[in-house]
């Protein structure tokens, strides 16, 4: 069984930047691992992903602004987030697993991006 916690949320002005960590207890290098938010009154939503080996998906609206890697020595994921906008105001959440979405979640971490 494997706990994840993120970290790193926090109130930031638009176009600020704001990175996300996912420790993990336990090895998951042999996972995917991927983050997913959700806004008030919306359902969850797909974020960014990196494979085991390191291959990296985005959603089309945090593409060229966030980045996703991982570092497996110390069981950590990370999200660089720049050029935030109002609209990336969200719960994110950590996920691992085979798979995404996979039966590994965190407890979320909020991102708001206001002035």
């Known amino acids: 069984q494997v706990q994840l916690v993120e970290s790193g949320g926090d109130l930031v002005q638009p176009g600020g930047s704001l990175r996300l960590s996912c420790a993990a207890s336990?090895?998951?290098?042999?996972?995917?691992a991927g983050w997913y938010r959700q806004a008030p009154g919306k359902q969850r939503e797909f974020v960014a992903s990196?494979?085991?080996?390191?291959?990296?998906g985005y959603r089309n609206s945090v593409k060229g602004r966030f980045t996703i890697s991982r570092d497996d020595a110390k069981n950590t994921v990370y999200l660089q987030m720049n050029s935030l906008k109002p609209e990336d105001t969200a719960v994110y959440y950590c996920?691992?697993?085979?798979?995404?979405?996979?039966?590994?979640w965190g407890q979320g971490t909020q991102v708001t991006v206001s002035s």
């Open positions: 996920n691992a697993d085979y798979i995404l979405p996979g039966k590994y």
């Open positions: 336990g090895s998951i290098s042999m996972y995917a």
């Open positions: 990196i494979t085991s080996g390191g291959t990296t």
